[in-house]
C-alpha cells in the first residue's frame, strides 16, 4: 500500500498492557504527527515530528510516548492507559516547505481501552 | 492560540441540492485554511484548501470563500450526491506547517437520495 499505513488496524488493551503503534510514509514527506481522533470533539494534535526531531508535544499524559527513528516510521508506545484514552489515532505526514501544509493521513488504529 | 469553531455539526440535503459549512477562527495570523472529508471507516482527506492571498477558490462542484476580515471561511458543495456524504473537517493554520492545524469539531453530511 502506498501513502500513510498505520498498523494495527484494531487494538484492545487492558489498562495494564503495554502496546504500540505504527505508522509508516511512503511519500519522501519529513514531518510526521499523531492525532488523536475522539467522538464528538476535533482532532486533536498529540506529536510532530519534523526531520526525526520533536517539535510540538501537545501536554500529552506520558503514559503517551512517541519514538521517530527516522523520517518515514513513527510510533506511539501505550502503556497503563486508561478508558477514556479509547480513540481512533490518526497518523499524518506532510512536506514541511514553505507553503506545502497537505497533511496525508493514514487509516488510523481503532483503540480500546478495557 | 487558535480556535476553530464548525457550524452545524450536523447537516441533511437532498440530492442535487446545495450544501454550506461554516467555519470560523480566532488568529488573525492564521493564512492556510484547509478542508478534509472523512469518510465512515475511511481516513481524512484533503478535498480543497485556500490561502490568505485568496477568497475564493473552486474545483468542479466543490468551492471554499475566506473572509479574512470576519474571520471565517465557508466548504460550499453544489449539486450533492450521495456520496458527498460524510464528516467534513475545516482547519486553521498560521505557519508552514501541517503541525500547526487546528482543526474544527466536524460536520457531518448526509445526502438524501
Known amino acids: 500500500e502506498t501513502g500513510v499505513t498505520q498498523t494495527p488496524r484494531h487494538l484492545v488493551m487492558g489498562m495494564t498492557n503495554k502496546k504500540s503503534l505504527k505508522c509508516e510514509q511512503h511519500?519522501?514527506?519529513?514531518?510526521m504527527y499523531w492525532y488523536k481522533q475522539s467522538a464528538k470533539k476535533p482532532l486533536e494534535l498529540m506529536f510532530v515530528?519534523?526531520?526525526?526531531?520533536?517539535?510540538e508535544n501537545n501536554s500529552v499524559p506520558s503514559r503517551f510516548s512517541p519514538e521517530c527513528p527516522n523520517s518515514s516510521h513513527l510510533f506511539l508506545h501505550l502503556h497503563t492507559l486508561q478508558p477514556e484514552d479509547s480513540a481512533l489515532y490518526l497518523c499524518a505526514s506532510s512536506q514541511e516547505t514553505t507553503g506545502n501544509t497537505e497533511a496525508f493521513f493514514g487509516q488510523g488504529t481503532r483503540l480500546t481501552v478495557v | 492560540g487558535e480556535n476553530v469553531e464548525q457550524h452545524p455539526s450536523t447537516l441533511s440535503v437532498q440530492e442535487g441540492d446545495s450544501a454550506v459549512i461554516k467555519c470560523t477562527y480566532s488568529d488573525s495570523a492564521s493564512n492556510y485554511f484547509p478542508w478534509y472529508k472523512q469518510e465512515l471507516g475511511k481516513r481524512p482527506q484533503l478535498i480543497i484548501d485556500i490561502r490568505s492571498n485568496v477568497g475564493e477558490k473552486k474545483d468542479q462542484r466543490i468551492a471554499v470563500t475566506l473572509n479574512k476580515t470576519a474571520k471565517h471561511f465557508s466548504l460550499h458543495i453544489t449539486e450533492t450526491q450521495p456520496e458527498d456524504s460524510a464528516v467534513y473537517f475545516c482547519?486553521?493554520?498560521?505557519?508552514?506547517?501541517?503541525?500547526?492545524?487546528?482543526f474544527g469539531k466536524g460536520t457531518k453530511l448526509s445526502v438524501i437520495p
Open positions: 511519500l519522501g514527506h519529513n514531518a
Open positions: 482547519a486553521a493554520s498560521s505557519g508552514a506547517g501541517s503541525y500547526q492545524l487546528t
Open positions: 515530528y519534523n526531520f526525526k526531531e520533536q517539535t
